[in-house]
Structure formats: structure tokens, C-alpha cells
């Protein structure tokens, strides 16, 4: 079995910084891709960035493209670089992993691992 643990998720000033962090235990993750996705009250959850297996591919949101950066190390763990943070961005922060790569239109349900998430919550 494969444990998702996030953190890194607190109170940020519009406008500031904030890093995001994934890290995973259990069985390998090699060949999975990575990715976080959120849920803001009231709203559905959605897709936010994902990397590929080798880290040589990452996708983006559109709402966040030029914001926010994925990342992932060599033990698994991925990171979310979010600047430039907006109101619109206070959600809570799930990673989640799956072997097919994951991207905004693959449904949610079947994605194979998901962390309980980290809380983001941007002040304007």
C-alpha cells in the first residue's frame, strides 16, 4: 500500500509565496505519475498539476500556469511551488498518484492514490 502525506499548506498573503509538499511511503511509486488537485468550499474538486514518472513532464491548470511550479525528487516526493498566490486559491491541497498520467479531464474516482490534504488559505 502507498501513504500520501501533504504539507506545507497554512495562511499566505495574496500576493506571497507558499511551497506545497508530497511525500509518499510505502511501495514504489516508479512509474506513477503525481500530481495535486484541489477542493475550495463549495466547489468541486479539481486538477491543479501533474508530473510525469521521470519529472520530465508536468502539466498545469490554466488558472495557475505561470504561478504555480510542480516538482519531483528522486525519493518520490513532489513539491508545488505556488507564487503569486490569489484569494481563489485558498482550497484544500490533495496529491494524489496514479499510473495512468494524470491531467484535468481523467475522472477522479479513478485515481488509485490520494493524500487527506493541506489546508491553503490565501488573505486578500
Known amino acids: 500500500q502507498v501513504q500520501l502525506v501533504e504539507s506545507g499548506g497554512g495562511l499566505v498573503q495574496a500576493g506571497g509565496s507558499l511551497r506545497l509538499t508530497c511525500e509518499s511511503s510505502?511501495?514504489?511509486?516508479?512509474?506513477?505519475?503525481m500530481g495535486w488537485f484541489r477542493q475550495a468550499p463549495g466547489k468541486a474538486r479539481e486538477f491543479v498539476a501533474a508530473?510525469?514518472?521521470?519529472?520530465?513532464?508536468a502539466d498545469y491548470a490554466d488558472s495557475v500556469k505561470g504561478r504555480f511550479t510542480i516538482s519531483r525528487d528522486a525519493k518520490n516526493a513532489i513539491y508545488l511551488q505556488m507564487n503569486s498566490v490569489k484569494a481563489e486559491d485558498t482550497a484544500l491541497y490533495y496529491c494524489?498518484?496514479?499510473?495512468?498520467?494524470?491531467?484535468?479531464?481523467?475522472?477522479?474516482?479513478?485515481?488509485?492514490?490520494w493524500g487527506k490534504g493541506t489546508l491553503v488559505t490565501v488573505s486578500s
Open positions: 510505502g511501495r514504489t511509486l516508479r512509474g506513477y505519475s
Open positions: 508530473v510525469t514518472w521521470t519529472g520530465d513532464f
Open positions: 494524489a498518484a496514479d499510473l495512468i498520467p494524470l491531467r484535468s479531464d481523467y475522472p477522479q474516482d479513478r485515481i488509485e492514490f
